[in-house]
């Protein structure tokens, strides 16, 4: 390890001691999602739709990557893949889920806990019509998680894709869609000064939503 590496423990961030109260929250977290996001979008923060995903292998070996919200109802966000990626396949065997947006600039976090189920295709057609033509190309030339020898291999199957859908518009492709998270527990985390954070936790109840603030 390096110098700088050494004095991680050393580093410390200034805090703009945001408050956050349980009377100011919510009453569905889907709502505080929401407001956070429209926040994090007037702050400009870089990717305020970012999400870190967590899926977890029937080995029990738990798998994280980042993936981008593209739109969010009362019943929780989605994002869009290869349903012939890891996370996918993951998801197939255990729909249990961990999801986690970050807004640094902020001093913000929520998780979501909760399943991930497939949309229907026919949402997954009006996202996909909405798409850069690029970007609808582009979901036809990887096998998503699968080993290949060179970039080359991409770049000659994206032309080879181009050329094929050339003459009209490009299918949804059958092996490509999304995945809603219905939450199950929602935490909300505002960062203060001292390491005194705010957090609360929202549960879901036969009737609504719980919540109940936690230690930091």
Not at 41 to 64: F, H, K, L, W, Y
Not at 155 to 182: I, T, Y
Request: proline share 6%; aromatic share 10%; net charge neutral.
């Amino acid at each position: 390890m390096d110098e700088s590496t050494n004095h991680l423990t050393d580093l410390r961030a200034r805090t703009r001691d945001r408050e956050l109260s349980g009377a100011s929250l919510c009453s569905d977290p889907m709502d505080e999602l929401a407001a956070w996001y429209e926040d994090a979008v007037r702050a400009e923060v870089r990717d305020p739709n970012a999400m870190s995903v967590s899926t977890v292998s029937p080995e029990g070996q738990p798998s994280s990557r980042i993936v981008l919200m593209k739109y969010l109802d009362t019943e929780g966000p989605v994002f869009f893949t290869n349903y012939e990626s890891r996370k996918a396949r993951e998801l197939a065997e255990n729909p249990r889920v961990s999801v986690l947006f970050f807004w640094p600039e902020l001093e913000r976090q929520i998780q979501i806990r909760g399943t991930a189920r497939r949309i229907t295709s026919a949402e997954s057609l009006r996202y996909f019509l909405r798409r850069p033509r690029e970007s609808q190309v582009g979901a036809w030339v990887s096998a998503q998680s699968s080993v290949i020898s060179a970039r080359s291999v991409l770049e000659s199957k994206f032309e080879e894709m181009k050329q094929k859908f050339a003459g009209g518009d490009v299918p949804l492709p059958s092996f490509w869609g999304g995945f809603r998270v219905r939450p199950e527990q929602v935490e909300v985390w505002q960062g203060r000064k001292h390491r005194l954070h705010d957090r609360f936790l929202y549960t879901r109840e036969a009737d609504g939503w719980a919540t109940a603030r936690l230690a930091p």
